[in-house]
């Protein structure tokens, strides 16, 4: 153990010298918070997995080996992502999620087993993390007025033909998100034949960032629907619109940041408004844009919005449907038992999935496609939706 603890601390220190060296105290801070927290409790449980003890080191050396190749962060080869990438991003958060078996087994207490379970927890974080669920998703606009925000029920309608919406959000193009399985994701929502491709934002990680060409590449299937692809910003395209903004023109995607654009569809003009990312004074910029932007008589108006915390203060009636993404369907969550709550609904009073109400307004938050950082999507997959959306 003591072994082990060393080659730990080494490990650790090591990371966050390259951090700091190579990207700035920030970063480094950040290395060494994580770096620390893991590396104890990677310790603390080493005893219960002493007799595995060459793959416990190893795992623990992917930890380092991908946290420190974060400090110069670019898409890296595949064996590199199977090897290291995948490994350590699982075992970093297998070891988080032991934090309340550390201490008994530390202390030589049995625990009977159940240090297996955050693990297990973890590993079936990576296999949902990397797998996204077709589904055709009903959404009737029935103008049915709701008291406050709540959940809605999902349902189709007969009658007239309706409007046909794939909408990809979150797809976190990194480790876990390759471009060639972005580049499927986005082939077949072309081959869906929907009236509109609707991109609801957050398309890069740090590592995807180093190299414009690469989300290029991945969205270029899209390119095969002109006309149809409209797309607004997130959170972390921020960090680097310029990329974004290149990507998506080379596609002829039509990016709306704080803009409307007219489509012609087959249901007739829809009337989109591309909300740009704002964290703070939402209320004021949505009233703004709503102002700017007012709706088009007899056009169906949709609005994107990445953050479905701010659908709250979409003025009432701006919005026959809104969507958004970000929360990637609340990540952790019994969706994949037909249960509705996740950690998000349970402990905050944002939208997480699905369709949602206030006034006669509603909103679609879509699960997302990918995710940032652990691959703790547990209960809750990722979702590739066609959007039937019925108007009675």
Known sequence: MLAFGLFTLGGALTVVAAAWALRGRLFATFAGILMAVQGAIAVAMFPAFEALWPLYAYLQLTVHLHFMSLARARMRPLWWRALVSVPGLFFAAGTLLSIFWASPVAMGLDTYGTELIPFVIAAFGVLQSLHTREEVVDVTLDGVRVDGLRRYP???????????????????????????????????????????????GDFMTMESQADPQILEDGLAPLAAAPGKVFACFGNHDHEAPHIVRRALAAHGITLLVDEEAVAETPIGPVQIVGADFHFRRR???????????????????????????????????????????????????????????????????????????????????????GVYGFPLRIGVPGEQSLLQVHRP
């Open 154 to 200: 999902k349902g189709g309608a007969g009658g007239d033909r309706p409007l046909r919406i794939v909408q990809i959000t979150d797809p976190h193009l990194g480790p876990l998100m390759s471009v060639e399985r972005l580049q499927r994701i986005c082939r077949r929502a072309v081959e869906r034949d929907p009236d509109l491709i609707l991109l609801t």
């Open 283 to 369: 209320a004021e910029h949505l009233r703004a844009l709503s102002e700017r932007f007012p709706r088009r008589p007899d056009h169906l108006r949709v609005v994107l919005l990445h953050d479905p915390g701010a659908f709250k203060h979409v003025p009432e009636g701006d919005g026959d449907l809104v969507l958004a993404g970000h929360t990637h369907g609340g990540q952790l969550g019994l969706v994949s038992l037909g249960l509705p709550w996740t950690f998000v609904s349970g402990f905050t009073s944002i939208p997480d999935h699905g369709l949602w109400a206030r006034g006669e307004d509603r909103l679609y938050v879509h699960r997302g496609t």
